[in-house]
């Protein structure tokens, strides 16, 4: 009886905790710049610079006062929008490449690469991503470098970054809205959600303020190169045939049911210059101007609107790697040296 007694007790206080920290965060809040996102649903609140989704902020909040980084660990980062999914799958299947040597039962056939690697501001409460870490130290996030908890900046972990032409990125995350948002729910017009995004409103903006980065240290051997590994992985990684996959037709993923997506929602088209398809000149050369006035002196690319001249520039470590084979992306940027 006095155990069953205790447990109640136990349960109660977690339950008045949690309920506490709750209505710290919506006070804490309440004193956020306040903006209209991209979804009618759901409005934007500006913290360190950038615009967060108010679920994830408090994930970003909850990282920053607990998270400690291992010198081993990995992190993928990356604005929304700019190649996330494809680099979990890519990166998850260089690491483990030698675990799962035969390609006929690895994990990406049946897991969806979000669930492959967890989101440090999403998922890293969790005990069953805890123990997932402690097997393979992978953790994606969003978070702006300058809002990254101090101690990853600090122990000595790699960082892997990518970053895409912005007038790609941008009509990639315009789809990706219009996809999760219910059906009867009023969507945002090309145009409005292109003066937001210029104005540097978008989930984790200003998208330009976000880009730099490190790399991950797992170098192919002359015989994984002579063995075929590197297409093996190039083939299983493409996003045509991760996009074909059911486990990425169906089901729905994400950290809580509330706030779960459909996995097909992650993959549209992945094609460099599709934004051709949407945006007229005068939208593409409104987009190129806040780009060059962003990028002027930094070394980083002033995206011109001609297709014909997007490639994949690759400075330095793993993906250099034939990256060629993998088209989707026009620049990984390898700049943040983290020692």
Not at 43 to 70: K, M, S, T
Request: a negative charge; glycine letters at 6%.
């Amino acid at each position: 009886m006095d155990s069953i007694s205790k447990n109640f007790e136990q349960k109660e206080e977690e339950e008045q905790s949690l309920q506490k920290t709750h209505q710290s965060f919506e006070e804490f809040l309440s004193t956020l710049p306040r903006q209209c996102g991209w979804t009618p649903l759901v409005d934007c609140y500006l913290y360190q610079g950038c615009w967060h989704n108010p679920f994830f902020l408090r994930g970003v909040i909850a990282a920053q006062q607990h998270f400690e980084a291992q010198p081993t660990d990995i992190f993928l980062c990356s604005a929304p929008k700019s190649g996330t999914t494809w680099l979990k799958a890519l990166a998850f299947a260089i690491v483990t490449r030698k675990k799962y040597s035969d390609l006929s039962s690895h994990p990406l056939l049946s897991t969806m690469p979000h669930q492959c690697i967890p989101s440090l501001e999403g998922d890293v409460a969790s005990k069953e991503h805890d123990d997932q870490i402690a097997e393979l130290p992978f953790l994606a996030t969003h978070i702006p470098y300058h809002s990254l908890p101090k101690s990853i900046i600090s122990c000595g972990c790699k960082i892997v970054y990518i970053f895409r032409d912005p007038k790609d990125a941008f009509v990639s995350m315009w789809h990706f809205v219009s996809r999760i948002t219910p059906k009867d729910a009023t969507y945002i017009s090309l145009e409005e959600a292109l003066e937001l995004f210029c104005e540097g409103v978008s989930l984790y903006g200003p998208y330009w303020d976000h880009i730099s980065a490190d790399f991950i240290g797992h170098p192919f051997s002359v015989e994984e190169e002579n063995e075929g590994v590197l297409q093996k992985i190039a083939d299983l990684c493409s996003f045509e045939y991760l996009s074909d996959l059911d486990v990425n037709k169906n089901g729905k993923n994400g950290p809580n049911p509330a706030v779960a997506i459909e996995n097909s929602a992650f993959f549209r088209k992945g094609k460099i210059g599709d934004w051709q398809s949407h945006l007229t000149p005068e939208m593409a050369e409104r987009l190129d101007q806040v780009t060059r006035e962003k990028f002027g002196g930094t070394g980083l690319p002033s995206y011109v609107s001609d297709a014909s001249t997007y490639g994949a520039v690759c400075l330095s470590g793993l993906l250099t790697v034939r990256l060629a084979l993998f088209s989707f992306f026009l620049v990984v940027g390898l700049i943040w040296i983290v020692e």
